[in-house]
C-alpha cells in the first residue's frame, strides 16, 4: 500500500462545476498536509496547507481533512479551462522530515 | 513572498560532462531544501533532503557520489550531476520549506536537463 494514495484520473469535468479530488493516507501520525497544483511542464505550485479536523477554504478551493478517516480532499468550486492540470497531495508525519507526495490526479475542465 | 529560483531553466551538455544546479531562496530563509527529479509522464521523485551545513539525506537508490548536493547557506543549496549520461536526461526541480512548523514546501520552476 502506499503511503499517499490519489486517484490517476483523469478527472473531467465541465466548466463551471465542482472537481472533487480526494486522497487517502497511511500514516496515523500525519500532521501536515498540502495540495499542490502542476501545469503539464511546469514545477508544482503549493495552493492550499491543512492541519486540523475540518474544511479550509481560499477563493474557489476548499481544503476538507478527516484524520479519523485518514482521508484529505480538495474541491474546486466554479472549475475553470485554466485549473486543468494534475494536482498533487503531500502528508507530512510528523518528526519524518520531508513530506510524501502522491502520484497526482489530473483534471481536465472542459469549456 | 516565498519565492524559489533555480538556475539554469535548462541545460544541455554532453555524456561525461558535469553539470551543476543552483537552488535559491529569494525571500526567506529555507531551514531545509529538497531535490526532485520528474521524467515525463510520471510522479515526482525525491531524491535528497538537505539541511543547510548538513550533509544531504539521499532516498534509496539515488547515488551520492553521482549528485552532488551541497547546502552552504540557508538561502542557496546546488545539486551537481556528475559525469552526466543520457539516462540523466530529466527535470530536476528543488524545494525551500520555510520552518519546521508550517512545513510548506515551495517548488523551483525546475530545470530541464538534457545529456546527448
Known amino acids: 500500500q502506499k503511503e499517499v494514495e490519489q486517484n490517476s484520473g483523469p478527472l473531467s469535468v465541465p466548466e463551471g462545476a465542482i472537481a472533487s479530488l480526494n486522497c487517502t493516507y497511511s500514516?496515523?501520525?500525519?500532521?501536515?498536509f498540502f495540495w499542490y497544483r502542476q501545469y503539464s511542464g511546469k514545477s508544482p505550485e503549493l495552493i492550499m496547507s491543512?492541519?486540523?479536523?475540518g474544511d479550509k477554504e481560499d477563493g474557489r478551493f476548499t481544503a476538507q481533512l478527516n484524520k479519523a478517516s485518514q482521508y484529505v480532499s480538495l474541491l474546486i468550486r466554479d472549475s475553470q479551462p485554466s485549473d486543468s492540470a494534475t494536482y498533487l497531495c503531500?502528508?507530512?508525519?510528523?518528526?519524518?522530515?520531508?513530506?510524501?507526495f502522491g502520484d497526482g490526479t489530473t483534471l481536465t475542465v472542459k469549456p | 513572498g516565498a519565492v524559489v529560483s533555480q538556475h539554469p531553466s535548462w541545460v544541455i551538455c554532453k555524456s561525461g560532462t558535469s553539470v551543476k544546479i543552483e537552488c535559491r531562496s529569494l525571500?526567506?530563509?529555507?531551514?531545509?531544501m529538497f531535490w526532485y527529479r520528474q521524467f515525463p509522464k510520471q510522479s515526482l521523485m525525491l531524491m535528497a533532503t538537505?539541511?543547510?551545513?548538513?550533509?544531504?539525506?539521499?532516498e534509496q537508490g539515488v547515488e551520492k557520489d553521482k549528485f552532488l548536493i551541497n547546502h552552504a547557506s540557508l538561502t542557496l543549496s546546488t545539486l551537481t550531476v556528475t559525469s552526466a549520461h543520457p539516462e540523466d536526461s530529466s527535470f530536476y526541480i528543488c524545494?525551500?520549506?520555510?520552518?519546521?512548523?508550517?512545513?510548506?514546501?515551495?517548488f523551483g520552476p525546475g530545470t530541464r536537463l538534457t545529456v546527448l
Open positions: 538537505s539541511n543547510e551545513g548538513s550533509k544531504a539525506t539521499y
Open positions: 503531500a502528508v507530512l508525519v510528523a518528526n519524518a522530515g520531508k513530506s510524501t
Open positions: 491543512i492541519y486540523s479536523n
Open positions: 500514516d496515523r501520525g500525519s500532521q501536515s
Open positions: 525571500d526567506f530563509q529555507a531551514t531545509t
Open positions: 524545494s525551500a520549506r520555510i520552518s519546521a512548523y508550517y512545513n510548506e514546501q515551495f
